[in-house]
């Protein structure tokens, strides 16, 4: 028979009916940092079991018989960090429980009936970086009304499509901005430094791509960042770190501006997004009547820096 008292780690279960006891035997594997359960007529009774495994991390509940009461349970687990729901009874509401988690970071609400009032208390988790809702009630008005939230980013497919997504992040960035007057003439001289540096490391990647790691290489990016970028160390980034990508992108070749924004008059912002349509931001500075690049920083959860 099998002992459901020792596992460890992760586990995966599919297509299985448990009984009560064996969902007590689950409840002694202390050791459990992940559990899934994919067409198992799991219910509320058995998650409340399985929420004294305190060192949760992920949880994985497809095609199963919980209702919302289960978040209430799922939220006492401090640790959890990831929650996949897909195929639920959820309406949403107990996504309340969240407001105070201060480590779930990626939720997975999907083919559930979510509307725009549950969406919108999902959106209050403090660290909620991704939220997945596809197949749910969800409107553009629904989603466009959590858009003060700039940390959260929507993976809704078939839901809407990605020019109301664009639409949403575009409305997050301009949520978020300082109402500061904009310098025609900065913004022009910023946006044409950013895109020269741009084509400099499309060159320069090419290059290396021939060449490799060899001594020029290094010059050569240096160069580039000399003349483009602010000077201060670059501990673990280019050019101190020299790495590159290979073709058909390279890192910057299908960056795409999406917004800038003037933070003060010698500091501004200008988003981008890549082929894939990860979202990043490029700190320009003035310095001795030159804007330069500084910094350049990704969107995960707030901004994160990347290095260039």
């Not at 969406?119 to 749910?136: E, F, H, M, N």
């Not at 310098?183 to 490799?212: C, H, I, N």
Request: with cysteine; aromatic share 10%.
């Amino acid at each position: 028979m099998e002992n459901l008292t020792k596992l460890k780690g992760t586990v995966a279960f599919k297509d299985r009916i448990f009984t009560q006891d064996e969902i007590k035997q689950i409840r002694q594997s202390t050791g459990l940092l992940g559990i899934s359960f994919t067409n198992c007529p799991v219910k509320d009774e058995d998650l409340l079991e399985i929420c004294e495994l305190k060192k949760l991390v992920n949880v994985t509940l497809e095609n199963t018989n919980i209702t919302d009461r289960s978040l209430q349970y799922l939220a006492t687990l401090p640790d959890l960090k990831y929650l996949f729901i897909t195929n639920a009874n959820i309406l949403g509401h107990g996504f309340q429980y969240f407001v105070k988690h201060r480590r779930l970071d990626c939720v997975w609400v999907c083919d559930t009936r979510l509307n725009n009032e549950t969406l919108a208390i999902a959106a209050q988790i403090p660290k909620l970086s991704t939220l997945r809702i596809d197949g749910t009630l969800v409107t553009l008005e629904g989603l466009m009304a959590v858009a003060v939230n700039p940390r959260l980013g929507i993976v809704a497919n078939g839901l809407f499509t990605p020019d109301q997504i664009e639409l949403f992040e575009q409305e997050q960035r301009r949520l978020a901005k300082k109402k500061n007057t904009v310098d025609p003439q900065d913004m022009e001289q910023a946006l044409a430094r950013l895109s020269l540096f741009f084509e400099a490391m499309t060159v320069w990647e090419k290059y290396a791509v021939q060449v490799g790691f060899t001594h020029d290489l290094g010059v050569k990016c240096n160069e580039v960042f000399e003349q483009h970028c602010t000077y201060k160390p670059r501990r673990g980034y280019r050019p101190e770190n020299l790495h590159y990508s290979d073709g058909p992108y390279y890192t910057y070749l299908e960056h795409r501006i999406v917004d800038t924004e003037q933070v003060t008059k010698n500091k501004i912002y200008i988003f981008t997004k890549d082929q894939i349509d990860f979202q990043y931001r490029f700190i320009l500075m003035k310095k001795d009547g030159n804007w330069l690049i500084d910094e350049a920083q990704t969107l995960d959860g707030g901004w994160r820096k990347i290095g260039l």
